[in-house]
Nanobody, 123 residues
Framework: QVQLVESGGGLVQAGGSLRLSCAASGRTFSTYNMGWFRQAPGKEREFGAAVTFGGSSTYYADSVKGRFTISRDNVKNTVYLKMNSLKPEDTAVYYC????????????????WGQGTQVTVSS
């Protein structure tokens, strides 16, 4: 069992930056591939970024590529999402998730989810 707790969300102006954190409980964090997803009001949850269990490979949705960076610290049991050049369309609740499976952008493939953290980007 893995519990995930996100933090770091908030209100930021367009062009600004935020860093989200996701702290995981349990001793097996380093065996999970991790992802960040987001869900805007009235929209489906969508993939943002993922990182392999060792941190050596990362994957990004086209909408965030070049602006967001995912990373992890397996000593601190934490995964991060650094978000630069934020746009109003990045406004959403951001969720981290863990999967036993290979890295994937499908929500159904993830086994554990956090409660989410709100990110609001003003224009």
């Amino acid at each position: 069992q893995v519990q995930l707790v996100e933090s770091g969300g908030g209100l930021v102006q367009a062009g600004g930056s935020l860093r989200l954190s996701c702290a995981a409980s349990g001793r097996t964090f380093s065996t999970y591939n991790m992802g960040w997803f987001r869900q805007a009001p009235g929209k489906e949850r969508e993939f943002g970024a993922a990182v392999t269990f060792g941190g050596s490979s990362t994957y990004y949705a086209d909408s965030v590529k070049g602006r967001f960076t995912i990373s992890r610290d397996n000593v601190k049991n934490t995964v991060y999402l650094k978000m630069n050049s934020l746009k109003p369309e990045d406004t959403a609740v951001y969720y981290c998730a863990a999967t036993f499976r290979g890295v994937t952008g499908r929500t159904r493939d993830y086994n554990y989810w956090g409660q989410g953290t709100q990110v609001t980007v003003s224009s």
